[in-house]
């Protein structure tokens, strides 16, 4: 039997939670999160949703967060580090290299916030279903309760 990796998937889209968790089960597969920066997706209430990114030794203005058509796109740049002082640096195990990571957002889910704490970029997400999406419940109206007659033949 042939076993697919949904992991890709998985980690780079929000709000398919169902879709993937169904397609996780049948596969058998379990979720993993390489690559850098390392970050997490969690659902913080019913529409609700956050992603956490380790961005240690980036600044908020060395970071852009933009959405276009559905993608959220998080990059970042780091300036000069020198800021005019002569050092040599003897071990770097800070990794402060430019990144770009991509999630593609399910339909009605936009960012409503992002904030930078202890080295966590935070960016939160809240899907809006538009009013005439959404399920509505049909009341039915008593009717006249008719009856048909048989004809005897």
Do not use: C, W
Not at 76 to 97: F, M, P, S, V, W
């Amino acid at each position: 039997m042939r076993h697919y990796d949904l992991s890709p998937l998985y980690r780079s889209t929000v709000g398919f939670d169902r879709l993937f968790s169904m397609l996780d089960t049948l596969s058998g597969g379990e979720a993993s999160t390489p690559g850098y920066p390392p970050y997490n997706i969690e659902r913080t209430g019913e529409d609700a949703y956050r992603i956490t990114m380790a961005v240690a030794g980036f600044g908020d203005q060395d970071i852009d967060i933009e959405t276009r058509q559905g993608v959220l796109t998080v990059k970042a740049q780091k300036g000069d580090e020198t800021d005019g002082e002569d050092r040599e640096i003897l071990h770097r195990g800070i990794a402060a290299r430019s990144f770009e990571r991509r999630f593609q957002l399910a339909d009605h889910v936009e960012v409503s916030g992002a904030s930078l704490q202890n080295g966590l970029l935070h960016i939160d997400l809240v899907r809006e279903v538009p009013e005439a999406m959404k399920p509505r419940k049909i009341a039915i109206a008593p009717g006249d309760a008719k009856q048909i007659e048989a004809k005897a033949a």
